[in-house]
């Protein structure tokens, strides 16, 4: 498959989607932040000096997914209809799993925008929990299915 990003002489450039008709297109995307025993306790017993990080991060998300296209240099504008954040803790394993899923009615996918509200989610709970443990590690960023447009669905087999 040719990668719609470059044209035939090599050139970088923005796909094209005027011709392409809206359809309904929904991506989910989750990622994972590991941390010490001491920063997963605080921020799930709601103990980080900062505030609440996981709702500090959930909004963090949705304004990323909002405006990937400012920071994805080829990715398109989107009127993005839905956006939701939620996390799972893992007390076993002191990390906790990001998961977004994006919802739009347009031309072209939103699994950047998913991918996005992920990665800044994540972020953003290093962010505020750094002071606590620096060597959290954020892992397992990835798409884990899409549905709609002319490509059809995608499902990640775990």
Do not use: Q, W
Not at 137 to 153: P, T
């Amino acid at each position: 498959m040719p990668l719609t990003h470059i044209s035939s002489d090599g050139e970088i450039n923005m796909v094209d989607v005027g011709e392409k008709s809206p359809t309904r297109r929904t991506a989910v995307a989750a990622g994972r932040i590991s941390m010490s025993r001491e920063a997963f306790n605080a921020i799930t017993r709601g103990k980080i000096e900062k505030g609440n990080v996981l709702a500090t991060a959930k909004i963090a998300g949705i304004m990323a997914a909002k405006n990937t296209s400012l920071v994805i240099p080829l990715c398109h504008p989107l009127s993005i209809e839905k956006v939701s954040i939620e996390f799972t803790n893992n007390n076993e394993t002191c990390s906790i799993e990001a998961r977004a899923t994006v919802t739009v009615s347009g031309k072209t996918g939103v699994e950047m925008e998913a991918i996005h509200a992920v990665s800044i989610a994540l972020i953003t709970i290093y962010d505020m929990a750094k002071a606590m443990d620096k060597s959290m590690v954020i892992s397992d960023i990835c798409l884990l299915e899409k549905s709609g447009g002319k490509s059809g669905n995608f499902k990640r087999n775990k």
